[in-house]
């Protein structure tokens, strides 16, 4: 469904960060999104009901078909947020608790 235009950026501008605890790279401005399906991570999480697959969809933070959990914190838009070096970004299986 969705595919990167052509490479015009530099090695200099690669990222390093994680998926589930695996190295993964992507591209300098990348969203979380975008970074995980370029990784060929097209399910991001489960839902707590059904336990249906859900993968980023929109990419324009409307249809939370996108949440992960990013440095601990769980229920993040991974298309809102951009990468960063270092980062951990978990898949998330069910539902997370809201921090208050
Ligand atoms: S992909 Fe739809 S809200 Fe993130």
Known sequence: MFRRLPEIETASSTVAFTIDGRPASARAGDSVAAALLANG????????VSGAARGPY????????????IDGTGNRQGCQVRVAPGMAVETQNG???VER
């Open 95 to 97: 539902k997370r608790e």
């Open 58 to 69: 929109c990419m324009m933070g409307v249809c939370f078909d996108c949440l992960v959990t």
């Open 41 to 48: 991570v097209t399910v991001c999480r489960n839902t707590p």
